[in-house]
């Protein structure tokens, strides 16, 4: 069975400072996708980031960062230069390749990120 | 404009009554889910469609009915809500897929059952 734990129940950090959000994965599969959700104050769900298994190379996009390492079945999140803006909570979350589930997702805990102005 | 609209977005309900939440994509995607968001324990698919009259379980199915007749809409129905079902829950909507494509999702329905 597909697994996501994001340890990092809740972290505040003030502006302006680097921020890592963790996430750890299993599956069995070698085929698999992997996600990042944020979920605002306002309740709905907004894709950040899709990533297979095949491609490690890390991500940049702005003041964010994703560095995938299949190795330590690690997905973890960077925001650099965070803002107040970026306070919401964010979920991981492991979609394996299989026809009978579909696009199935399997999502972590959630972390909830407080930027402090 | 793609979107999965939800209805009610806000329920406050009594154990025992009979409820829908509706949801509908249209965007002509095959593939449908329903999760529940819980504190601590993220988002559980409570049920999902491959295509119309196609549906099944996901991790936490009891308790909740859903249907597909069109392909556009996949109701949750809940025959009689417990307290327990006390939650904020999500549709989502993607192309079928071995697990590739984005999902899109809802912008969530809060229930409370008193």
């Known amino acids: 069975a597909q697994k996501v734990t994001q340890a990092q129940t809740e972290i505040s950090v003030v502006e302006k400072e680097d921020v890592t959000l963790d996430c750890v994965y299993e599956?069995?599969?070698?085929?698999?996708?992997l996600f990042w959700y944020k979920q605002p104050p306002s309740g709905e769900l907004v894709f950040l980031i899709r990533?297979?298994?095949?491609?490690?190379q890390n991500e940049i996009s702005g003041r964010y960062s994703w560095n995938f390492q299949k190795s330590t079945s690690s997905f973890n999140f960077t925001i650099t230069a965070s803002q107040v803006v970026d306070s919401a909570v964010y979920f991981c979350?492991?979609?394996?390749?299989?026809?009978?589930?579909?696009?199935?997702?399997?999502f972590g805990e959630g972390t909830q990120l407080t930027v402090n102005p | 404009e793609a979107q999965v609209t939800q209805n009610p977005r806000y329920l406050i309900t009594v154990t025992g009554k009979k409820l829908t939440v509706t949801c509908s994509q249209n965007?002509?995607?095959?593939?449908m889910s329903w999760y529940r968001q819980d504190p601590g324990l993220g988002l559980r698919q409570i049920y999902y469609s491959m295509n119309v009259e196609v549906t099944d379980k996901g991790d936490v199915p009891e308790g909740y009915k859903v249907s597909r007749k069109e392909k556009r809409n996949f109701p949750l129905i809940l025959e009689s809500p417990s307290p327990n079902q006390t939650s904020l829950y999500f549709c989502?909507?993607?192309?079928?897929?071995?697990?590739?494509?984005?999902?899109?999702f809802g912008p969530g329905t809060r229930l409370t059952v008193t």
């Open positions: 599956t069995r599969d070698t085929t698999y996708y």
């Open positions: 989502a909507s993607s192309l079928l897929s071995r697990g590739s494509y984005e999902q899109y």
């Open positions: 990533r297979n298994s095949f491609d490690e």
């Open positions: 979350a492991l979609s394996e390749a299989r026809e009978t589930s579909g696009s199935r997702l399997t």
């Open positions: 965007m002509n995607h095959e593939y």
